[in-house]
C-alpha cells in the first residue's frame, strides 16, 4: 500500500491527495506533523494497483502539530475563504470505493483495433457499471471477470478517477487497460452450431487466407470476418460467431449461431407508433399466413421485406414495421415483432364537380349548377376476415342520376381455396356498368369532327387472381356482358356517322357492333399473366415487364383476342452511391396485338394516343385487327433538379388488317393506319411536358401528360 505523504508551511494546513490505480486516498498534515497510516482506497488484485495514500477504514485523519504562542498565525479573512475554497474542492474530489459510487464514463487503453476485433462500444455494452449508473467494487470485478472469459486478453485492469466535471457527489470515471493475448499458430479450424454454413469449405478458406504467425485477437477477427460475412450475403443477419475455442493446441473451434425464431408477435401501435393495449380489428390468422416466417425457422432480412410488402398489399395497415430481436439470454434465439397501424375499415365518401365550359363571350363559366359527383363506399375487413365489399355510383347529375348512372360492385375474398394456399389465389367479383367513348369512330385529322359514338357495357366478371412470386402473377376469369352503342343523344347507333359537305349527319358509317343491331350479348373466358421486376432507382423505373393477356368468346361471337406487351428500362449509367440523381435509362418497348375470328367494331386495337403512338389523338392512326409498335426512349438526368428529360422515337402500324374489320373504319374515317413520332420532354412531379413531332403531318405540337408512358 502506498503511504500518503505531508508538507506544506508551518502552521499553514496543506492538503495533498493521492492517487492509487483504483482510489484516491487523501492525508493532511501540518509540519513537522507525523501522517497516520491509514488502509488506502485503492481496489485490489485485478481491479488496479493499489491505492492511495492516507484514509483508513475511519476517514482521513487530520494531525496538526501544537505551535508555540510566539509562533501563532492568525489567517486573515480573505485566507480563510480560500481554504475553505480548497477544502470544498477536496471534498467534491474525493471518491469513497467502499461503497457505492456514481460512473459518468467507461473507456479503454490499450484496446486492440483493426477489421472484426470488438469495438469499446461492443466490449462495454454488456457490462454491469454503464455511465450513468451507481456502481460497486463487486460489479466493477464481475465486469472484470465477464472481459477476461471472453478468452480474448490475457489480463484486464481498471483505474477508478475521479471526475471534477460534474457536480454529482463521488463521481468517478472507469478506465480500462487490456493485455492483449498470443496462442500458438492456428494448425487447423473447425466450426459447430452452423445449420446453413458450408462448415468445411469455409474452414478451409480460412486455413488458406489466415494470417501468419501467433494467434492473436486480429486472428480470430479474421476468422468471425469469413464466416459472418457468409451468414449476411444471404440475409441471415443473426448468424454470428459468439466464441472461439482450442486456440492453446492450435486447433481452433468457432461457435455459431444463427437467430432461430422462437417468437413472433403482432402489436397494435398508435399514430405515433406506441403500442396500444387492445386487440386489433383484423382476424390475426390473416396477417400471420402473410408471414414469409414462421417459428423455428432462421430469420432472414428478405423474409421481413416480404412480410412488409404482403402485409401492406392486405391495404388493412397505414403502417407496418417488422422488429426482430435477441429473445431473452439465449444468443440463437430471436423474437419477431409486427407493429400494425390499422387503417378505418369502413370508409364512405362523397365527391361532386361542377364542369367549366366557355360562355357566349368565350369566358370561362359553371356549366351548370347541377352538380355532378360520385358515392364510394368501402368495407376492407368483413366479418374481421380482411375480405372487402366495396361499392360506387357516379353521374353527371347528381339530382338526375338515372340519365348517365354508373356504378360499380365488387367482392374479394382473399386465399380463396384454402388459409394455405401458396399461390394466394383470390376471388374477384365485379358487377359494373360504365360509358366510354370508342376510338374506333373517330376522325384521322383532327380538323374533321366526327359524331362521337358511345359504347354502354354492363355485366358481371368474376375471376381468380393469384401471386406466384413476387415478380409473376396472373388471373383466369369469365365475363358477361351487354353491349349497347349509343350517340351523343342516348339513342341507339347501329352505324358510325360522319358529317356530310352539307352540315348534315350521314349513318352510313361502318356497323358498330357484330350483330349489326346497336347491341351485343357477349360470354368470353379471359386470362393474363404479368412478369414484372421493375423497380426504383432514385425515383427512376428499371428492370424489365412482360405482359400477356388473352380472350376466348363463347357466345356472342366467337374469337381469340391476344395481346404481348414488353419493356425494358436498361440503366446505361448508374448514379453515385451518394447521389440522389435518376440514372441514365435506355427504354426499349414493343407491343404485338392480334384479333382471330369475329371482332366487334368496339374492341379493335386503336392506333395513337399517348400511350400508344405519341403526337396522335386516341385511334386517329387507325383501329385494326392486328397491329404492333415499337418505342425507344433515352433518359437523361437533370442536376440540381433531381428529374430527368428524354428523347423519343415510336411508330405504329396495322400490318394492312383495317380492311378485315368491318365496314373498315379505318378506311372510312380516313386514317393512316400507320404513323410515326419523335420528340423530347421532361418529366416534373408526376406531368410530362413533351414536344412531338407527327412524322405524318410533319408538324409538331406541345402536349401535357399524367403518368408513366409504359
Not at 497510516?37 to 488484485?45: E, I, K, Q, T, Y
Amino acid at each position: 500500500m502506498a503511504r500518503g505523504h505531508g508538507g506544506g508551511m508551518w502552521k499553514k494546513v496543506a492538503v495533498r491527495a493521492g492517487i492509487g490505480a483504483a482510489g484516491i486516498g487523501c492525508a493532511a498534515a501540518v509540519a513537522p506533523a507525523k501522517m497516520a497510516n491509514g488502509s488506502g482506497g485503492g481496489f485490489r488484485g485485478k481491479l488496479g494497483g493499489d491505492g492511495g495514500g492516507g484514509g483508513g477504514a475511519n476517514g482521513p485523519q487530520w494531525l496538526v502539530a501544537k505551535a508555540d504562542e510566539e509562533d501563532e498565525y492568525e489567517e486573515t479573512a480573505e485566507e480563510a475563504k480560500q481554504r475553505k475554497l480548497e477544502e470544498e474542492e477536496e471534498r467534491r474530489r474525493r471518491i469513497d470505493t467502499s461503497g457505492e459510487f456514481y460512473v459518468t464514463n467507461v473507456k479503454s487503453k490499450d484496446l486492440p483495433v483493426g477489421p472484426g476485433v470488438p469495438t469499446e462500444d461492443e466490449l462495454f455494452e454488456t457490462l454491469e457499471c454503464q455511465p450513468g449508473t451507481m456502481c460497486s467494487r463487486e460489479i466493477v470485478q464481475r465486469d472484470m471477470d465477464a472481459l477476461i472469459q471472453s478468452g480474448l486478453f490475457d489480463d484486464v485492469n481498471v483505474k477508478v478517477g475521479p471526475d471534477t466535471e460534474t457536480e454529482e457527489p463521488n463521481a468517478c470515471t472507469l478506465e480500462y487497460s487490456f493485455q492483449e493475448k498470443i496462442w500458438p499458430q492456428v494448425e487447423g479450424f473447425s466450426i459447430e452450431g452452423s445449420t446453413l454454413l458450408p462448415s468445411q469449405e469455409i474452414a478451409d478458406e480460412i486455413m488458406e487466407t489466415r494470417p501468419e504467425g501467433p494467434c492473436t485477437v486480429r486472428t480470430l477477427a479474421f476468422c468471425k470476418n469469413i464466416i459472418e460475412k457468409w451468414y449476411q450475403d444471404r440475409g441471415y443477419v443473426f448468424g454470428t460467431v459468439i466464441s472461439f475455442d482450442g486456440m492453446e493446441s492450435g486447433m481452433v473451434t468457432a461457435h455459431c449461431v444463427e437467430g432461430r425464431i422462437e417468437k413472433v408477435e403482432l402489436v397494435k401501435v398508435d399514430d405515433s407508433g406506441n403500442p396500444k393495449n387492445e386487440p386489433l380489428e383484423v382476424n390475426q390468422d390473416v396477417i400471420m399466413r402473410e408471414l414469409p416466417f414462421r417459428i423455428g425457422e432462421l430469420y432472414n432480412i428478405e423474409d421481413g421485406r416480404k412480410a412488409l410488402r404482403d402485409i401492406f398489399q392486405l391495404q388493412l395497415f397505414d403502417n407496418v414495421q417488422v422488429v426482430p430481436q435477441p429473445e431473452g439470454r439465449d444468443p440463437n434465439a430471436v423474437s419477431v415483432e409486427v407493429m400494425l397501424k390499422e387503417r378505418p375499415m369502413k370508409t364512405a365518401e362523397l365527391e361532386l364537380e361542377w364542369g367549366i365550359a366557355p360562355n357566349a363571350k368565350g369566358k370561362p363559366a359553371i356549366a351548370s349548377l347541377r352538380p355532378g359527383g360520385q358515392v364510394f363506399f368501402e368495407h376492407r375487413n368483413l366479418a374481421g376476415e380482411g375480405r372487402v365489399v366495396s361499392a360506387s355510383l357516379s353521374t353527371g347529375d347528381l339530382l338526375s342520376p338515372q340519365d348517365d348512372l354508373g356504378f360499380k360492385a365488387e367482392y374479394v375474398h382473399p386465399y380463396f381455396w384454402n388459409p394455405t394456399d401458396p399461390n394466394k389465389a383470390s376471388l374477384n367479383v365485379l358487377a359494373f356498368n360504365s360509358r366510354k367513348l370508342s376510338p374506333t369512330f373517330t376522325s384521322g385529322s383532327p380538323r374533321e369532327q366526327v359524331p362521337p359514338v358511345f359504347v354502354d357495357r354492363q355485366g358481371v366478371k368474376v375471376g381468380i387472381n393469384e401471386t406466384y412470386s413476387r415478380n409473376s402473377k396472373g388471373y383466369f376469369g369469365v365475363v358477361a356482358q351487354d353491349v349497347t352503342t349509343k350517340d351523343e343523344g342516348g339513342q341507339v347507333c347501329t352505324n358510325g356517322l360522319r358529317a356530310t359537305p352539307t352540315g348534315q349527319y350521314s349513318a352510313s358509317g361502318p356497323s358498330t357492333t357484330i350483330s349489326g343491331k346497336g347491341r351485343d350479348r357477349l360470354l368470353y373466358l379471359q386470362g393474363s399473366t404479368v412478369r414484372d421486376t421493375t423497380y426504383f432507382l432514385n425515383g427512376c423505373p428499371v428492370g424489365a415487364r412482360d405482359i400477356f393477356t388473352i380472350e376466348q368468346g363463347i357466345l356472342g361471337g366467337f374469337f381469340n383476342r391476344h395481346h404481348m406487351s414488353t419493356t425494358r428500362f436498361i440503366p446505361l449509367l448508374k448514379p453515385k452511391e451518394s447521389s440522389s440523381l435518376p440514372p441514365v435509362v435506355a427504354v426499349l418497348h414493343g407491343r404485338f396485338s392480334n384479333t382471330i375470328g369475329d371482332l366487334a367494331p368496339y374492341e379493335c386495337f386503336a392506333l395513337g394516343g399517348p400511350y400508344s403512338v405519341r403526337g396522335y389523338t386516341v385511334g386517329e392512326l387507325g383501329a385494326a385487327r392486328r397491329t404492333g409498335e415499337f418505342a425507344a426512349e433515352v433518359r437523361l438526368p437533370i442536376p440540381r433538379f433531381n428529374t430527368q428529360c428524354y428523347g423519343f422515337f415510336e411508330h405504329g402500324t396495322d400490318f394492312g388488317s383495317s380492311k378485315t374489320v368491318k365496314g373498315n373504319p379505318t378506311d372510312f374515317y380516313r386514317r393512316a393506319g400507320s404513323g410515326s413520332s419523335c420528340g423530347a420532354g421532361i418529366r416534373t412531379g408526376s406531368v410530362r411536358f413533351e414536344f412531338i413531332r407527327d412524322m405524318n403531318a410533319g408538324k409538331g405540337h406541345l402536349f401535357a401528360t399524367f403518368g408513366e408512358r409504359f
